[in-house]
């Protein structure tokens, strides 16, 4: 009698350990899904702030902003950040209207994009966190999927001068 206690209890170690393995590797692709969400949402979102760019540079003739702006749309993978960086350079120093609807309208793409990139920047840091455990790298849980990569680029928040604090 006493051989199948711990048959049962071996069981139910067993059981357990199998289940938290499984709840690991599901919190791993979960977490991973998200990043890459995130990271469509953020390309969404740069996009649209790069085509309001560039509609505000065609309506006051700013050439630089606009050349920023189409090389921020046309810009491959690898080149991104440095084109979004030169947009974000680009856009503050240009004199931004609140009451113009072409300024207001890339100062809320710009505010978006900054939301959009800190959601993006914390899921890739959690993803990160969880595969980069002992436990997940030894069994290889994110093997299927590629590192999540962080996009690193200036802040994007454009301040308007009325947002601007006097003095």
Known sequence: ???IWWVVAAALVVGLVAAYLIWTAGRVDRLH??????????????LRRAASAAV????R????????????????????????????????????????????????????????RQVHTDLVRDARAARGRPLVRLLRMGRRR?????????DPTLAAPADVPAG
């Open 61 to 116: 003739d700013g050439v630089e902003l606009y050349a920023a702006a189409r090389i921020a749309l046309d810009a491959r993978p690898e080149e991104r950040e440095a084109a979004e960086n030169d947009l974000t350079r680009q856009l503050r120093a240009v004199e931004l209207d609140p009451g113009d609807p072409d300024s207001e309208t890339v100062i809320a793409a710009s505010r978006r994009l900054a939301l959009a």
């Open 56 to 59: 505000l540079a065609e309506r």
């Open 33 to 46: 899904a998200r990043a890459e969400l995130a990271a469509r949402a953020l390309e969404a979102h740069l």
């Open 1 to 3: 009698m006493r051989g």
């Open 146 to 154: 590629p590192w999540p990569r962080y996009f690193d680029i200036d």
